[in-house]
C-alpha cells in the first residue's frame, strides 16, 4: 500500500470522525425555526467568496482571467450544486407538533449524497487538474467550480427546506411525505 501524505490522511481521519457523529446526531429529528434558516447560507456565501478570492490571489498560481467556458464550469458547478441541494432538501422530513414547532430529520440518503459528492469532488479533482491545461480547460475555474457547488447546494437546500416549512406552519402537509407513504 503507498504511504498517504498528510493532505490525503488528514482529510481522511476527519472524516472516520465527523460521519459517526453526523450519522448518530441525524438519528431523531430536531427543532427546525424557519426564521433561523437564513443563517447558515448567509455565513457560507461570503466564507466561500473569501475562498473564491483567496484563490485568485495565490502567488504560486498565477490567476489567468476567466474565459466563457470557464465562467460555464463555474455556472455548472453551481447549478448541479443547486440540484443536489435541492434533491437533500426534498429528502428531509418535517413534521409540525401539536403546540406548533417543527421538527426536521435528515435522510440517510442525503448524509450519504454528501459522501458521494466529496469523494467525487476528490476523484475528480485529482483527474481533471492535472489535465485540464492539455484539454483548454483553466483548472482554477475547475476548483472554483466545486466551491460554488458547495454554495448551490447549502442555499438551495434551506430555500426548499424553507418553503415546506412555511407550507406546514400555514396549514398545508408535507407532500414529500405524502408522496412516499
Known sequence: MPEM??????????????????????????TLNPQWMWVMPAIIVPLMGLALWGTSMDPATPHVAFDGLAWAIVAIGLILGGA???????????????D?????????IGLILIIAVMLGRRALSGFLEPHAAEWGLNALAITDAFL????GMIVIQRVE??????RILAGGTDSHVEAAA
Open 148 to 151: 460554488v457547488f458547495v454554495v
Open 84 to 98: 443536489f441541494g435541492w434533491g437533500r432538501g426534498k429528502m428531509t422530513t418535517i413534521e409540525k407538533h401539536a
Open 5 to 30: 501524505s498528510p493532505q490525503v490522511l488528514g482529510p481522511l481521519i476527519g472524516l472516520a470522525i465527523a460521519l459517526p457523529l453526523i450519522f448518530l446526531r441525524n438519528r431523531k429529528p430536531r
Open 100 to 108: 406548533g414547532t417543527l421538527s426536521a430529520q435528515a435522510s440517510p
Open 161 to 166: 427546506m424553507f418553503i415546506r416549512a412555511r
